[in-house]
């Protein structure tokens, strides 16, 4: 990773430092706004880099490594993907036209020429207005709301619209769902009607808003993408919200926001959070202002999300001013507030344990559940990792004399490579987890877990779904090639074999993440697109045909190498022995397991959820958001709603696959006890 970021960073730096001044001061003007594209920050992204960093893509890229017709296809294909999502604002003409004066964009690019990404938005702000004015127009004093309106709103399951008629007639029946959703938080018509129309003003402003910096950026993002799903372009606002996913931690107030026409709401409160602990803020407070310690404060009514949240992070022990407003009976307060910015740690999406205290046949077990969201790793000395944190719940296990282990990865999408690699091998001795192709490399690499110890010998689950991805899937792969778990959940894993690097750009001008390999598991197997199945197959919401690897853009291809199991990962006796998972255990787990989700009420639900979705296919119905309204005020006294993390705990396990997988693993422990049973009466 280090010498593959020093290469590309050094071939940038020697790229950007040989344009002429010539070339400089015909980029100065490029600079200059064109139509309605704002002026882009003043060290932001230039066209002329965007050929350099097309290059980097492919040089590091699995499959792809030249331009040529087929990628320029896709490029477009990508672009007006990323330019108008919904298929709502362009025509099929539009797409015409813009396929035409993108054509050639490999050779326009090289030449430092960006125009047609400006024309593209151009035209795109265009057919916003156009769009806002019929709308706001047919929301008129003659308008009437329908709720016998169906539509299908899938982009993928529909084409472009043929011309402007066809496109407003499309959106009459989109502003009919719009506005049913307002109703059915118990506003009035009339202020529905206001909501919408003020969304469609604020769109067009956002869209006046567009920097070249954001063109390009997004042109590149659609770049990577048409390389592979997991390719991508990150600017550098991107960049900051990855690293602070990746490290766990943020020095802020600690709350999540969100945007909801035009206001900055807060979600939920971080418990331990300065916010939290400050009593001040609640959720659904809006802010409408932010200051630093000292200065005016600055109105973020109608700022963009990012833009907001930059302003209220901040190094620990500065202070930050708000002025929220909280709705406070039929009326609303204004409130000024200063809170002291401390760091953050994100703990819902770190490691837990779960001590539970079950009975079978009479006897009482111990179990241990962990909760694994993510496989988080911050590179700076002394910060979390997931692995660390895992080994120091499995020594409270051990402690606590547990009977055995479920590890949940059902949430978990992915992370660390290093730390699925550690954390597979905590429950081994040593030996191989993971084998990664590389283009750099040229050959195939084998990661193994080299620490001796096994942190956990007992019996142990793995619970996955179709979400469960990356390192989950090498870590629960990895697993049940070794017959060291019985792995739990969704008919199969994600599907994600692919390994991504992210290589940051000199200048601050974000980073590439690019699709540099392969992996593979100890069986041999790729876990693209197949993804890792389940030994024991539970019902569940993410199991529809949509989700997956598959399904997505480009996904590449999978591969199979020969198998590479470690016999140095097999202890059979002494310490830190483990039983492997015998073949006939597999068929009494299933016949088990089915038997008590057949009876399961909550499974049965799950089943009758998943068969409405796919009766209802792809169109949306306004009466059915309007009879949902119990449902969606439900949700919303949800959202209000400050649970504490023992309010959390209570309801992650009542879910039903949490229960199921104890089960499993209740079964697995008489299995195992049984059959030493067994050999110790041979033996004797």
Not at 151 to 171: G, S
Not at 665 to 674: A, F, K, P, V
């Amino acid at each position: 990773m280090k010498k593959l970021l020093f290469i590309l960073l050094a071939g940038m730096v020697f790229s950007v430092s040989s344009f002429s001044q010539s070339e400089d001061e015909e980029m100065e003007k490029r600079k200059k706004p064109i139509g309605a594209i704002a002026l882009q920050k003043k060290d932001g992204m230039e066209c002329r880099y965007i050929s350099m960093i097309e290059d980097g893509f492919l040089k590091y890229h699995v499959s792809y490594n030249k331009r040529d017709k087929e990628l320029e296809t896709r490029v477009i294909e990508q672009h007006l993907k990323k330019l108008d999502p919904s298929k709502i604002y362009f025509t099929q003409e539009d797409t015409e036209r813009l396929k035409e004066l993108m054509k050639n964009l490999f050779d326009k690019t090289k030449k430092n020429d960006c125009d047609f990404l400006v024309e593209a938005q151009n035209l795109l702000l265009k057919r916003v207005q156009e769009r806002a004015e019929f709308a706001k127009k047919f929301l008129g004093k003659d308008y009437k709301f329908d709720d016998k309106t169906e539509f299908v709103y899938d982009p993928d399951q529909k084409k472009f619209p043929k011309n402007q008629d066809e496109a407003n007639e499309f959106l009459k029946k989109y502003i009919h769902f719009q506005i049913s959703n307002y109703l059915a938080t118990d506003l009035k018509l009339k202020e529905a009607i206001d909501k919408v129309k003020k969304n469609y003003d604020l769109a067009v402003k956002r869209m006046k808003e567009t920097s070249l910096d954001d063109l390009y950026s997004g042109y590149l993002d659609s770049f990577a993408r048409s390389l592979d799903p997991h390719s991508s372009f990150f600017s550098r606002d991107v960049l900051d919200d990855f690293q602070i996913q990746m490290s766990l931690s943020l020095e802020g107030i600690g709350a999540t926001l969100s945007s909801e026409n035009g206001f900055t709401v807060v979600e939920q409160l971080v418990p331990g959070g300065a916010a939290a602990k400050s009593g001040l803020v609640e959720p659904q407070d809006k802010i409408i202002a932010v200051g630093q310690e000292k200065g005016e404060m600055e109105n973020v009514i109608d700022m963009d999300l990012k833009d907001v949240v930059k302003k209220i992070r901040g190094p620990k022990g500065t202070k930050v001013r708000l002025t929220i407003l909280r709705k406070e009976g039929e009326g609303k307060k204004r409130k000024d507030i200063t809170l002291v910015r401390d760091k953050v740690n994100l703990e819902d999406e770190a490691a837990q344990i779960h001590f539970l205290d079950k009975e079978i046949n009479g006897q009482k077990k111990k179990i241990g559940l962990i909760n694994l969201p993510s496989f988080y790793a911050d590179s700076k000395r002394g910060g979390r990792s997931a692995a660390d944190d895992m080994k120091k719940l499995l020594k409270q296990a051990r402690e606590n004399k547990v009977d055995g282990i479920v590890l949940d990865l059902s949430n978990n999408g992915g992370g660390s490579l290093d730390d699925a690699v550690n954390i597979a091998g905590l429950f081994f001795k040593t030996g191989n987890v993971v084998k990664q192709s590389s283009k750099t490399e040229g050959r195939e690499q084998v990661l193994e877990d080299t620490d001796k110890m096994v942190d956990w010998a007992g019996p142990m689950v793995v619970l996955t779904s179709r979400i469960s991805a990356s390192a989950s899937e090498i870590v629960s792969g990895a697993l049940q090639d070794y017959k060291r778990a019985v792995v739990v959940g969704g008919d199969h894993t994600f599907g994600k074999g692919s390994v991504q690097s992210v290589l940051p750009i000199p200048g601050q001008l974000g980073a590439i993440k690019v699709t540099v390999g392969m992996f593979f598991i100890p069986g041999g197997n790729s876990t693209q697109h197949r993804g890792v199945s389940a030994d024991v197959t539970l019902p569940g919401p993410y199991s529809t045909d949509e989700i997956g690897e598959k399904s997505l853009d480009y996904s590449l291809p999978p591969k199979k190498v020969e198998p590479f199991l470690s016999k140095e990962a097999y202890v059979t006796e002494g310490d830190g022995s483990w039983k492997e998972i015998k073949e006939d255990w597999f068929k009494a787990l299933k016949e088990k397991s089915s038997q008590r989700v057949d009876k399961s009420t909550d499974f049965k639900k799950v089943v009758e959820d998943l068969k409405k979705a796919k009766d209802k296919g792809k169109v949306i119905k306004v009466s059915d958001v309007l009879k949902d309204k119990e449902k969606n005020e439900k949700t919303k006294k949800d959202k209000k709603k400050r649970f504490s993390k023992d309010e959390r705990n209570k309801e992650y396990l009542k879910r039903a696959d949490i229960n199921e997988s104890i089960q499993v693993l209740l079964d697995l422990i008489q299995l195992e006890n049984s059959n030493t049973i067994t050999e110790n009466s041979k033996k004797d």
